[in-house]
Nanobody, 127 residues
Framework: QVQLAESGGGAVQAGVSPRLSCAVSGSAAETRVLAWFRQAPGKEREGLAIIYRAAGSPFCPNAVKGRFTISQEDAKESVYRLMDSLKLEDTATYYC????????????????????WGQGTQVSVSS
């Protein structure tokens, strides 16, 4: 079993660049990829970034590329996501997720492909 715990959320002002963390514990060796998603009220869960743990290779979709980055540190036990210059529309609950199998290109951010999820951390952006 894999446990994921997000931290770093809270109430922030627009324009700041906070860093979210995801601590990985348990059978971390079972995970092939880690990803960040977010879900705003009334919207579907949106994939933001993925990292392939063995190689440490990151990938972000074009919609957020350049604003959001993902990295892993501490012998792969922590995964970080830097959010650059937050906007009001970035208000959401942010989730860390892990998959035992690397997803295909067509389903890379399909939430159904991820076996393990954290509880989420709320980020509320104000002007």
């Amino acid at each position: 079993q894999v446990q994921l715990a997000e931290s770093g959320g809270g109430a922030v002002q627009a324009g700041v660049s906070p860093r979210l963390s995801c601590a990985v514990s348990g059978s971390a060796a079972e995970t092939r990829v880690l990803a960040w998603f977010r879900q705003a009220p009334g919207k579907e869960r949106e994939g933001l970034a993925i990292i392939y743990r063995a190689a440490g290779s990151p990938f972000c979709p074009n919609a957020v590329k350049g604003r959001f980055t993902i990295s892993q540190e501490d012998a792969k036990e922590s995964v970080y996501r830097l959010m650059d210059s937050l906007k009001l529309e970035d208000t959401a609950t942010y989730y860390c997720a892990a998959a035992a199998r690397a997803p295909g290109a067509a389903t890379i951010f399909d939430p159904k492909g991820y076996n393990f999820w954290g509880q989420g951390t709320q980020v509320s952006v104000s002007s």
